[in-house]
C-alpha cells in the first residue's frame, strides 16, 4: 500500500496560471450549460409553466431519491451545431427507489420536445448505456414528435430507438414510459414498446395520427382524449397500465413501479470502506497546463482522485510515460492506465497490454486518464516495433471484457486514442475535461502534413508551388482543426458522455462505476493473439 | 414497622412513594390497570399486581380489587397517593379492616372533610373563616340565594375538587344552563350531583397551609403554597413560599391552619386551603385535602423534609421527628405541571406516544415524573406528564432556572403545555409575584413558542442537514458521495413543511466545500449551512458561521426540532401526495377521544357561529362542538352514547354563502 505525494506549489506562478486559465475554460462552460438548462428559453418555459407543468429538470429532481447523486449525461450536446444546446434531451443517471436508472426527460420547452438529429443521437447513447450496464431506463415523456424539416438525419435513426427499447427488454432490462404530454406519431411507440407505461391525466397525448392528421385522411373529427388521452389508454386500449392523477402522482407511482423491480445488481461492489483523497480536488485545476504542449504529472492528479490517495504502481520503472496500477475509487478496486507525458513508446505499449490483461485476471475494472499525442513514430520506434506494440495495446483494449471508464483530461490524438480506449473502443462512459482535444492530430501538424505532402507532390509533378495560397490554406485548415478538436465541438456532437469539472472527476467516476457494476464485472480469459 | 408498601395509584406519584420507601429499606408493590401493564411505575416495584380493567373505575378507583391486591401482595401498609381512593374514607377503612396500615389520615378525618358543606360547618364552628355558602336543593331559590351572596358566585360539586362540577356565574342570566352543566358534569365524575352556591371572588390568591401531624397529638405546618395559577381550575405552576405573604400574615394562616385540621382530630399530612384577598389581608377556607397534594415538593424543597417519610413514620406510630420551631423556609421552589394538553385549544387533553422524552442534566431540577420515552398518554387518565421542580435561593432564580430547564427538555409525540409554562414563568407579571387565580386569562402565556423568521429558518436549516444526513446514511448505493450530488445545473431539492398552519418551503443545494445553501420560502432567508458532526438524537451545524446543536427528533413526517431558540414542532408534507389522503371538506372533527354526550342538531338544521352542535365528554370534562359560521347541517355522525376518536368527524356543515 503506497500513498502517492503531492509535490505542488500552490504559490507557483505556473500553478496560478494554470489555474486561472482552467477557471477561465469552466466559465466558458458554464455558460453553455446554463444555456442548455434554459432550454427552449424564458418565454417557453414560462408557458409550460403557466399550464401547471413541471419542467424536465424538475421532473427529474422528483424522480430521484433525495440527496441521492445525479450525473447528468452530455449536458452541453448539440453545442456548435444549429440546434439548442442540450438537444431538447435531459439524460443522466440516477437512482431512484434505491436503484440506479438511466433517466431520460424530453425538454418541452424547446420546439415542443420534438427530436432532431442530436436529439435522437443522444437517445441511442442513454439507450446504449442502458444495453451495456443493465441499468434499467424510465423515459419522461412529453415530445412533439419529430423535428420533420430534419426527418432526412432523424427518421431511420429514430427508428432505432424503439428498436434498442425492445431489445433491452428482450433482454430483461426494464424500460419505463411516464407520459408527461405529448407523444405522437412515431413518439407513440416510446410509450408503446416500453415495459411499463404511466401517463398523466388530461396531458398525456399518445397516438399515431393526431386530429388534424385523422381529418386529413379519414376526415374523422376526433375528440384529443378520446383518441389519446390517459383515460382512454387506461381504460379502453391498454397502452397505459396505470393512471395519474397528476405529474406528482405519475412520479409517485414510476418510483413505485422501479421499487417493484426489486432489480439486483450483478457486478463487484466496493470491497473497502471509502477514504477522501489526502489532497484537495480543487488543486487540481491549478495542476493541468494551460497549455496542452506542457505535460503535466499525472499521479497528482491521481493524487486527488483516488481513495486515501492510495495507489499501489505497476512498473514504475518500466515504460515510464504511462502510469499503471491498482488503486479504489469510491471503495472499488479500480486498475488505472494514465498518460504521465503525452507520448507513448513501444514500452509503454507493451506495459499497457499487460497491465489491461493483469486486470482481467482479476474482474477489475479499469480507467483510462487520456492525455495522449499518440504512439512515437521515427526510424528507430518502428524498427523496434511501434505497430506492433501499439496493436498488442489496441487488442489488448478492444478484447477486454472489464468495464473501461476514460478520462479525457487533455489531449487525445492518433492512436492513442484507440490503445487508450477512446470513443470508437467503446468505453461504457466517456467524460472529458473542459481543456480537452480530440483529432487525429494537432491542428499544426494536421496543416503542416498536408502542406509537405501539398509541396512533395508539386515538386513530383514539377509545378510551381504557390506559397501564398499554401500558406492561406494551411493557415484556414489549422484554424479548422484547432476549432473541431475542441471538448466543447466533440462533446456537442456526442463523441462523449459530457464535459466534467475537473474538480469532479472522483464523484462522477464514483457514479459510472456503480453504474456499470448493475452489470456483470467479468474480465476476458482466452485473449487474441497477440503479435510479438 | 412496615416492610411492604402498596400504592394504590400510578404514575409519577406510584414512583415518588416507591422513591421514599426503597431509601426507608421499604419493599414496594405497584398496582396497574391493563393500559399501564409496560408503565415505569410498574417495573420499577417490587412486585406488581394486574388489577384489570381499562378505565379508573374498573382498576385504580376499585375499592375491593385493590384490598384483595395488597393481602396477595403481602403488603403491610397502604399509600393511597393523591387523587383515585385517596380521600375515600370507606377505602381507608377497608384497608384497615383487612389488617393493613393506612398511610393517611384517620378515616373519620377523611369522611368530614369529604363533604364540602359538612367541612364547612366544622370550620364555621372552629373559627376558620369561611366563605358564606348555601347547598342547593330541589327547593332551594337558586336566584334569591345567589342574589344574596352577590354575583359573581361559584356553583360548586359538594363531593368534588379538581375543578370538576364547577362553575363561575357572573349574572342571573346564566344561572340555569351553569347549574346544569355542574350537576351533569358532578354526576358524571362524582356519582353524585349535590352541588352548592358560593361566594366568588374575582381574583384572589389560593394559598394552601401544608399540615403534619402524628398519633399522639403533635401538629406542624410547614409553611404555605401558593397556587393562584390555574386552568380549568386546575393548579399549573405552585410555589413556596407565596410572594403574597408576610411573615405576619403567614404565622396566621399558619395556625389557621392547624385550628382547621386540630378540629377534625387529623394526623398524617394534610392541606388546608384558602383563598387570600391581598388586598385586604382576608382568607377564606376553601377546605381540607386529606392526602399528600400533587404541590407538594415544594414544600419539601423549601423545608428539607420529604412528606412521605413523614407520613409512613406517622402511620408506623412514631412521632413527629420536627417541631414546629425547627421547620424553617430556605430559598424558594417552584413547581410546574408538565401536562400533555393543548394550551391553543383551550387546554385540551392530548393523547400519543412520546417519541422523544429527554431531560437536560443541566442545570438541575428534580422531575417527578411518571412517563419515559415511548410512553403511552391515554385518555384513560389524567394527562400529566412530568412534575418539574427547581428550588433555588430566590424566586426570580427559580423562575428563570425552571424556564430553562423546561426549555431544555426534548418532547415530542404528544403536545404539551411546555412552551406555555416557561411563557408564564417569563412573563414580567410572574416575575413580579402578580399571581391571582385570574392570571392566565389576565396574562395569556404565548401557547406555543414562535420563532423569529431567523430562528424558523435555522431550525429548518438544521432539520434540512439532518434529513440529509439520515438518507444519505440509508443510502444503498454510493453513501460516501457528496449529498445530493449535481454535475450540471438542476433545480434545488425541496423540503416542505406545515409550521404553524403554515407551508414553508425550504429549497437547498450542497455547494463544494461540503455545506449546503438553504433558502426558506423562495429566498426569503438565505443561508449557508455546513454539518459539523452527527450526535446522538440531533447534529451540530454551523449556520452562517454560527455553530449550535439541534435535537431532533422525528416520528413518521413529524419533527420536534430543539435549538439554542427554543423547541419546535413541525409536520414534513410528503413529496407526494397520499392518493387517499382526502379529508371531509366542512367536517366537524372530534378534538379529543371521548364519549357523545348531547347531539344538539339534526340534518337540515340552519346553525350560525358558536351555535353548539355536540358535547362530548372526554377526559371527565365537557366538551362543545360549535358552529364555526353559518351553516347547514348535512349529516351528523355521531349518537348519544358513541364512542368517537379524535379526528372523527362528528357533524359535516355546508357553509351558507353570507
Given at each position: 500500500m503506497s500513498i502517492l505525494k503531492s509535490n505542488l506549489d500552490l504559490r507557483s506562478e505556473t500553478y496560478l496560471q494554470n489555474r486561472a486559465v482552467m477557471e477561465g475554460r469552466l466559465a466558458d462552460y458554464q455558460k453553455l450549460v446554463d444555456e442548455a438548462v434554459l432550454g427552449g428559453g424564458e418565454k417557453y418555459r414560462d408557458r409550460h409553466r403557466q399550464r401547471g407543468r413541471l419542467l424536465a429538470r424538475e421532473r427529474i429532481e422528483l424522480l430521484v431519491d433525495p440527496d441521492s447523486p445525479f450525473v447528468e449525461l452530455s449536458?452541453?450536446?448539440?453545442?456548435?451545431?444549429?440546434?439548442?444546446v442540450g438537444g431538447a434531451v435531459v439524460t443522466g443517471l440516477g437512482q431512484i427507489s434505491g436503484t440506479e436508472c438511466v433517466i431520460l426527460a424530453n425538454d418541452p420547452t424547446v420546439r415542443g420536445g420534438s427530436m432532431n438529429p442530436i436529439t435522437v443521437k443522444k437517445m441511442l447513447r442513454a439507450l446504449d448505456i442502458c444495453r451495456q450496464n443493465r441499468l434499467p431506463m424510465v423515459f419522461l415523456v412529453e415530445s412533439g414528435g419529430a423535428d420533420l424539416p430534419h426527418q432526412l438525419h432523424l427518421y431511420l435513426q429514430a427508428g432505432e430507438v424503439f428498436r434498442n427499447i425492445t431489445a433491452l427488454s428482450s433482454a430483461a432490462i426494464p424500460t419505463i414510459s411516464l407520459v408527461f404530454g405529448s407523444s405522437t406519431a412515431?413518439?407513440?411507440?416510446l410509450p408503446g414498446t416500453s415495459d411499463y407505461v404511466v401517463m398523466v391525466d388530461q396531458q398525456a397525448k399518445v397516438f399515431l395520427g393526431g386530429t388534424p392528421l385523422g381529418k386529413m385522411a379519414t376526415g374523422e373529427d376526433a375528440d384529443e382524449q378520446e383518441l389519446g388521452g390517459a383515460a382512454m389508454h387506461s381504460n379502453?386500449?391498454?397502452?397505459?397500465d396505470y393512471f395519474a392523477v397528476d405529474e406528482h402522482d405519475a412520479i409517485r407511482i414510476g418510483r413505485q413501479i422501479v421499487a417493484g423491480l426489486t432489480y439486483r445488481k450483478l457486478g463487484r461492489q466496493p470491497d473497502r470502506a471509502v477514504l477522501p483523497p489526502r489532497?484537495?480536488?480543487?488543486e487540481i485545476l491549478g495542476i493541468?497546463?494551460?497549455?496542452?504542449?506542457v505535460p503535466f504529472p499525472v499521479r497528482e492528479i491521481l493524487a486527488r482522485i483516488l481513495d486515501d490517495s492510495e495507489f499501489d504502481e505497476f512498473?514504475?520503472?518500466?515504460?515510464?510515460?504511462l502510469v499503471t496500477g491498482f488503486g479504489h475509487l469510491h471503495g472499488y478496486s479500480v486498475g488505472i492506465l494514465a498518460n504521465d507525458r503525452g507520448v507513448l513508446l513501444n514500452e509503454d505499449a507493451n506495459k499497457a497490454a499487460q497491465f489491461i490483461q493483469l486486470a482481467n485476471q482479476v474482474d477489475t475494472p479499469l480507467i483510462f486518464v487520456q492525455n495522449v499525442t499518440g504512439y512515437m513514430i521515427g526510424t528507430e520506434y518502428e524498427q523496434k516495433g511501434m505497430v506492433k506494440h501499439g496493436s498488442h495495446q489496441i487488442n489488448a483494449v478492444t478484447n477486454s471484457t472489464v468495464p473501461h471508464l476514460t478520462v479525457q483530461i487533455g489531449g487525445s490524438y492518433g492512436a492513442g486514442n484507440y490503445g487508450m480506449a477512446g470513443r470508437p473502443y467503446d468505453p461504457r462512459f466517456l467524460f472529458v475535461w473542459p481543456n480537452g482535444k480530440t483529432a487525429v492530430m494537432g491542428g499544426e501538424q494536421l496543416a503542416g502534413t498536408l502542406s509537405i505532402v501539398a509541396r512533395q507532390s508539386a515538386a513530383s509533378q514539377g509545378i510551381d508551388f504557390d506559397e501564398e495560397a499554401d500558406a492561406a490554406r494551411t493557415r484556414t485548415i489549422e484554424e479548422q482543426i484547432n476549432h473541431e478538436e475542441q471538448a466543447v465541438v466533440m462533446s456537442g456532437q456526442l463523441y462523449d458522455d459530457g464535459i466534467i469539472d475537473p474538480r469532479d472527476t472522483r464523484d462522477v467516476l464514483g457514479v459510472a462505476l456503480s453504474a456499470v457494476m448493475t452489470n456483470e464485472c467479468r474480465g476476458q480469459r482466452g485473449y487474441g493473439v497477440f503479435r510479438m | 414497622m412496615i416492610t411492604r408498601i402498596l400504592v394504590a395509584n400510578r404514575g409519577e406519584i406510584a414512583r415518588r412513594i416507591f422513591r421514599t420507601a426503597r431509601a426507608m429499606g421499604i419493599e414496594t408493590v405497584a398496582v396497574f390497570s391493563e393500559g399501564d401493564a409496560t408503565a415505569p411505575f410498574v417495573a420499577e416495584a417490587d412486585t406488581a399486581v394486574a388489577l384489570g380493567g381499562r378505565t379508573a373505575a374498573e382498576s385504580y378507583l376499585d375499592r375491593d380489587k385493590v384490598v384483595a391486591a395488597a393481602i396477595r401482595a403481602g403488603a403491610d401498609a397502604v399509600h393511597p397517593g393523591?387523587?383515585?381512593?385517596?380521600?375515600?374514607a370507606e377505602f381507608a377503612h377497608a384497608v384497615e379492616a383487612a389488617g393493613i396500615i393506612w398511610i393517611g389520615p384517620p378515616p373519620a378525618a377523611i369522611a368530614a372533610m369529604g363533604d364540602k358543606l359538612e367541612a364547612k360547618k366544622l370550620m364555621v364552628a372552629a373559627g376558620v373563616p369561611t366563605l358564606p355558602s348555601v347547598e342547593i336543593t330541589a327547593t332551594t331559590d337558586v336566584r334569591a340565594e345567589a342574589e344574596s351572596i352577590g354575583f359573581p358566585v361559584l356553583i360548586k360539586a359538594?363531593?368534588?375538587?379538581?375543578?370538576?362540577?364547577m362553575r363561575v356565574v357572573d349574572s342571573v342570566a346564566q344561572l340555569d344552563d351553569a347549574l346544569a352543566g355542574a350537576q351533569r358534569e358532578a354526576l358524571n365524575s362524582f356519582g353524585n350531583d349535590t352541588v352548592f352556591l358560593e361566594k366568588y371572588l374575582p381574583a384572589p390568591r389560593h394559598v394552601e397551609i401544608q399540615v403534619l401531624g402524628d398519633t399522639h397529638g403533635n401538629l406542624v405546618h410547614c409553611f404555605e403554597r401558593e397556587c393562584?395559577?390555574?386552568?380549568r381550575h386546575q393548579k399549573v405552576i405552585e410555589e413556596a413560599?407565596?410572594?403574597?405573604?408576610d411573615p405576619e400574615l403567614r404565622r396566621r394562616m399558619g395556625a389557621a391552619g392547624l385550628e382547621a385540621v386540630r378540629a377534625i382530630g387529623y394526623h398524617s399530612a394534610g392541606t388546608v386551603e384558602f383563598l387570600l384577598d391581598d388586598r385586604t389581608g382576608e382568607y377564606f377556607f376553601l377546605e381540607v385535602n386529606t392526602r399528600l397534594q400533587v404541590e407538594h415538593p415544594v414544600t419539601e424543597e423549601i423545608t428539607g423534609l420529604d412528606l412521605v417519610r413523614q407520613m409512613i413514620r406517622v402511620a408506623e406510630g412514631?412521632?413527629?421527628?420536627?417541631?414546629?420551631?425547627d421547620l424553617t423556609i430556605t430559598g424558594h421552589a417552584i413547581e410546574v405541571r408538565?401536562?400533555?394538553?393543548?394550551p391553543a385549544n383551550d387546554f385540551l387533553p392530548a393523547v400519543g406516544d412520546l417519541a422523544a422524552w429527554s431531560i437536560p442534566s443541566d442545570p438541575a431540577a428534580r422531575f417527578d415524573s411518571g412517563?419515559?420515552?415511548?410512553?403511552t398518554v391515554s385518555?384513560?387518565?389524567?394527562?400529566?406528564?412530568a412534575k418539574v421542580i427547581v428550588h433555588a435561593e430566590s424566586r426570580h432564580e427559580a423562575a428563570q432556572r425552571l424556564a430553562l430547564v423546561l426549555e431544555r427538555m426534548v418532547i415530542a409525540g404528544v403536545v404539551t403545555n411546555r412552551d406555555f409554562l416557561v411563557a408564564a414563568l417569563r412573563s414580567p407579571e410572574f416575575l413580579a409575584g402578580d399571581?391571582?387565580?385570574?392570571f392566565i386569562e389576565k396574562?395569556?402565556?404565548?401557547p406555543r413558542f414562535v420563532p423569529s423568521r431567523d430562528d424558523l429558518a435555522r431550525s429548518l436549516a438544521a432539520v434540512v442537514a439532518f434529513h440529509q444526513a439520515e438518507q444519505r446514511a440509508s443510502?444503498?448505493?454510493?453513501?460516501?458521495?457528496?449529498?445530493?450530488?449535481?454535475?450540471s445545473v438542476m433545480p434545488p431539492q425541496e423540503l416542505r413543511f406545515v409550521v404553524d398552519e403554515r407551508d414553508v418551503s425550504v429549497t437547498y443545494r450542497s455547494v463544494r466545500d461540503g455545506g449546503f445553501d438553504v433558502w426558506v420560502d423562495g429566498a426569503t432567508v438565505a443561508l449557508r449551512v455546513v454539518p459539523v458532526a452527527e450526535v446522538r438524537g440531533g447534529i451540530v451545524v454551523e449556520i452562517d458561521g454560527l455553530r449550535a446543536r439541534f435535537d431532533l427528533v422525528r416520528s413518521d413526517l413529524r419533527w420536534h426540532v430543539r435549538g439554542p431558540a427554543g423547541s419546535l414542532d413541525l409536520v414534513q408534507i410528503p413529496?407526494?401526495?397520499?392518493?387517499?389522503g382526502a379529508t371531509v371538506v366542512g367536517g366537524q372533527i372530534a378534538p379529543m377521544p371521548g364519549a357523545i354526550r348531547v347531539v344538539a342538531v339534526t340534518v337540515g338544521d340552519q346553525v350560525t357561529v358558536g351555535q353548539t352542535l355536540i358535547v362530548m365528554e372526554a377526559m371527565k370534562m365537557e366538551h362543545t362542538i360549535s358552529?364555526?359560521?353559518?351553516?347547514?347541517?348535512?349529516?351528523?355522525r355521531c349518537a348519544v352514547g358513541d364512542q368517537v376518536d379524535?379526528?372523527?368527524?362528528l357533524v359535516v356543515l355546508e357553509e351558507v354563502p353570507a
Open positions: 449536458p452541453t450536446a448539440a453545442a456548435d451545431t444549429e440546434f439548442n412515431g413518439g407513440a411507440y379502453v386500449s391498454g397502452v397505459s489532497y484537495d480536488a480543487e493541468v497546463s494551460a497549455d496542452l504542449k512498473k514504475p520503472n518500466y515504460g515510464p510515460n | 393523591y387523587g383515585f381512593l385517596s380521600e375515600n359538594a363531593a368534588g375538587g379538581g375543578g370538576k362540577g393562584s395559577i390555574q386552568r413560599p407565596s410572594p403574597a405573604l412514631h412521632r413527629l421527628d420536627v417541631e414546629q420551631d408538565l401536562y400533555a394538553e393543548d412517563v419515559e420515552e415511548g410512553s385518555v384513560e387518565f389524567d394527562p400529566l406528564l399571581t391571582h387565580t385570574d396574562v395569556a402565556p404565548a443510502a444503498r448505493h454510493l453513501a460516501f458521495m457528496p449529498s445530493g450530488y449535481r454535475n413529496r407526494f401526495p397520499d392518493p387517499d358552529a364555526p359560521g353559518s351553516a347547514t347541517v348535512i349529516e351528523v379524535n379526528g372523527q368527524v
